[in-house]
């Protein structure tokens, strides 16, 4: 049974600092996508990450993919406020299986 | 961009009835799905389909079914709605292989 990991599941931190989100899981998948979701509205696509070692970025936010591994990391570089909302991986074996999810406060 | 609506924002129900909830995407896409969203649970998986009449079960099936007559509409199905149901449903819709688009969820409460 696939199961997707993410840690830490709540993240407070100041602005201006750097961090990251893990995501681990426990297929072979080489499909991850990273969503975020606002309070009260629905997930809103982020990344596709499709191979080994792809990386992707916007603005603040860089997503990778270490298939090997099973590990996808979502790291937020100099945190805004406007970053604050909950993330989730999500991973595609026979089936989209997300995580619990990380709830991301950034402190003006 | 690809447009899934989902038939009810806002839903009440009473335990034992039977429950419908729609979902329709606009863009052709084959797969659809339906999820359930928890506090502290993350989203997990009731049904999918990759087709026309397909369905396959999730990781959380037991209580509900689902229809897929037509491409386009995917339906989930609360055959007697139970208080554990109340929650947050997510349906979507996917490209084969590519992150799937969600429609802005029905919250579903059961007295």
Request: proline share 4%.
């Given at each position: 049974e696939l199961k997707v990991e993410q840690n830490p599941l709540f993240l407070s931190m100041q602005e201006g600092k750097n961090y990251t989100i893990y995501c681990n899981y426990s297929t072979t998948s080489d499909r991850l996508y990273w969503y975020r979701?606002?309070?009260?509205?629905?997930?809103?696509?982020?990344?596709?990450?499709?191979?080994?070692g792809a990386v992707k970025q916007e603005g603040r936010l860089m997503a990778s993919l270490d298939t090997k591994?099973?590990?996808?990391?979502?790291?937020?570089?100099?945190?805004?406020?406007?970053l604050s909302a909950t993330y989730f991986c999500a991973v595609l074996d026979d089936k989209i299986i997300f995580g619990k999810g990380t709830r991301l406060h950034i402190l003006p | 961009d690809v447009k899934v609506t989902q038939s009810s924002r806002y839903l009440v129900k009473r335990t034992g009835e039977k429950v419908f909830l729609e979902c329709v995407q606009d863009m052709d896409h084959e797969n659809m799905?339906?999820?359930?969203?928890?506090?502290?649970?993350?989203?997990?998986?009731?049904?999918?389909s990759y087709d026309v009449k397909m369905k396959e079960k999730g990781d959380i099936p037991e209580g509900y079914s689902?229809?897929?007559?037509?491409?386009e509409r995917f339906s989930l199905i609360l055959e007697s709605a139970s208080t554990n149901q109340t929650s947050m449903y997510l349906c979507a819709s996917s490209i084969i292989g590519l992150a799937p688009d969600f429609g802005p969820g029905t919250r579903l409460t059961v007295t």
């Open positions: 979701q606002d309070p009260g509205k629905s997930l809103e696509s982020l990344f596709v990450l499709l191979s080994n591994a099973r590990l996808s990391t979502l790291h937020i570089t100099a945190a805004v406020h406007d | 799905f339906w999820y359930r969203q928890d506090p502290g649970l993350g989203l997990r998986l009731i049904y999918f689902v229809s897929r007559e037509k491409k």
